[in-house]
């Protein structure tokens, strides 16, 4: 059973950064795609990176490019969200996911129904 603990969410002023991580567990299958989305209160969850496992391919929303940074640590089985320039409307949930088959299209990539496991979420509050 595949399972994913994101970690490193918190408070923080705007401007600021943090590093998410999701930590990946009972993966047997050697290639996938791992993407972070998040969800605001009241609003629905929108995409904001992902990474392919084996080639390393990022794709990110417009409005985190430049800002973030995903990365993946093949050792550590772990992803990262590098997020720096924070502002308060990047606060939510953040939420890591894998998906087994995967295409290399930002359209694909992007849609949470792609993805076939999740992690249970870390909270990211940027205040003003």
């Known amino acids: 059973q595949v399972q994913l603990v994101e970690s490193g969410g918190g408070l923080v002023q705007a401007g600021g950064s943090l590093r998410l991580s999701c930590a990946v567990s009972?993966?047997?299958?050697?290639?996938?795609?791992m993407g972070w989305f998040r969800q605001a209160p009241g609003k629905e969850r929108e995409f904001v990176a992902a990474?392919?496992?084996?080639?390393?391919?990022?794709y990110y929303a417009d409005s985190v490019k430049g800002r973030f940074t995903i990365s993946r640590d093949n050792a550590k089985n772990t992803v990262y969200l590098r997020m720096n320039s924070l502002k308060p409307e990047d606060t939510a949930v953040y939420y890591c996911?894998?998906?087994?088959?995967?295409?290399?299209?930002?359209?694909?990539?992007?849609?949470?129904?792609?993805?076939?496991?999740w992690g249970q979420g870390t909270q990211v509050t940027v205040s003003s």
């Open positions: 996911a894998a998906a087994r088959d995967y295409s290399n299209s930002y359209y694909l990539i992007s849609r949470s129904t792609r993805y076939d496991y």
């Open positions: 990474i392919t496992w084996k080639g390393g391919s990022t």
């Open positions: 009972g993966r047997t299958f050697s290639d996938c795609a």
